[in-house]
């Protein structure tokens, strides 16, 4: 069974209208563009021609990608505004022995938005941090084998 991807209905929604875009108008345009690069003629030596068929092996690569996530989506929304990290909360966590505060999107690498890092509720500190509040000291095991204390510093819903 494929690991649920976890995105707000929002997320779910673009990625939707994504791939409908690109199923409908993307697959014609890009048709469109490989019949007139044919019509230049000899398609060995037609730049034209290989360049549509690398965007069309590109667009039918995203259309797969997007069609998998669809497919596998939970729609979640955010903590429940208890304060406790979840899917979909955004996370204020300082590593032990650091001043610096790093601030994360606790969700899919699709939710990214220009000034929040994403951070998946699948690895190994997401999962760690889930269900925690601020002032919480949590402990995770990196995946090179280290242990690493966070504080939860501030949740946001």
């Known amino acids: ?19 409908e875009d690109l199923t409908t108008r993307g697959r014609v345009d890009i048709a469109r563009k490989i019949e007139t690069a044919r019509e230049l003629g000899d398609l060995s030596e037609n730049g034209d021609y290989h360049a549509a068929k690398e965007e069309k092996g590109k ?10 996530i669809l497919r596998d989506a939970e729609i979640v929304e955010g903590g429940d505004g208890t304060g406790v990290v979840a899917p979909g909360s955004v996370v204020e966590i300082r590593y032990d022995g650091d001043d610096d ?12 938005v220009a000034d929040l890092e994403v951070m998946s509720p699948g690895s190994p500190l997401g999962e760690a941090l889930l269900g ?4 919480d000291v949590v402990q995770y095991q990196t995946p090179s084998g280290a242990t690493l204390a966070v504080e939860v510093v501030s949740v946001e819903s």
Do not use: F, T, W
């Open 1 to 19: 069974m494929a690991d649920k991807v976890q995105l707000s209905q929002a997320a779910y929604d673009r990625l939707k209208a994504e791939h």
């Open 59 to 68: 667009m039918e690569g995203r259309i797969g990608h997007l069609a998998r």
């Open 101 to 112: 505060v790093e601030r994360y999107l606790l969700g899919s690498i699709e939710e990214r």
């Open 132 to 135: 925690h509040k601020p002032g």
